[in-house]
């Protein structure tokens, strides 16, 4: 059986909550990584910010990036999936929330991400097929 920690890309950092956009932009940066979760003061998961969020919904608003935080694009209730989770678990989660990257957590900490490169270098073509028509056909 194939897992989420078989295929995620470890190395995953959390942004606090409290953190400004520059600094999560500069992170991303140093990173080079298009995604960032954002952890809580217990460091739970309570959403993720991407380089487009800070895009779109800060600099493209006339929002100063250094007087933003990152709480404040966190929108919704934010997915995860265990480490231990089956990789089919793993499409379902994505491709029925129809998002394109994933924390993946164990013992409550985050360990990787599993982004859409991640599923293009592990999986079969039959289910990289299912996961792009679950995201991108709809």
Not at 21 to 47: F, H, I, S, T, Y
Not at 114 to 121: C, F, G, M, T, Y
């Amino acid at each position: 059986m194939t897992t989420a920690k078989d295929i995620m890309h470890e190395g995953a950092q959390w942004i606090p909550q409290t953190e400004t956009l520059d600094v999560a932009a500069q992170l991303m940066r140093d990173l080079n990584v298009g995604a960032l979760p954002v952890a809580d003061k217990n460091e739970r998961l309570c959403g993720i910010i991407t380089d487009r969020d800070i895009v779109v919904k800060c600099i493209a608003e006339g929002i100063d990036p250094s007087q933003c935080r990152a709480a404040d694009l966190c929108e919704g209730t934010p997915r995860w999936i265990d480490a231990n989770a089956d990789v089919e678990d793993v499409l379902h989660e994505m491709g029925g929330h129809r998002i394109k990257r994933i924390p993946v957590i164990e013992n409550k900490r985050l360990v990787g991400m599993i982004s859409e490169a991640d599923l293009a270098q592990h999986l079969t073509d039959e289910q990289i097929a299912e996961f792009t028509e679950l995201v991108y056909a709809r």
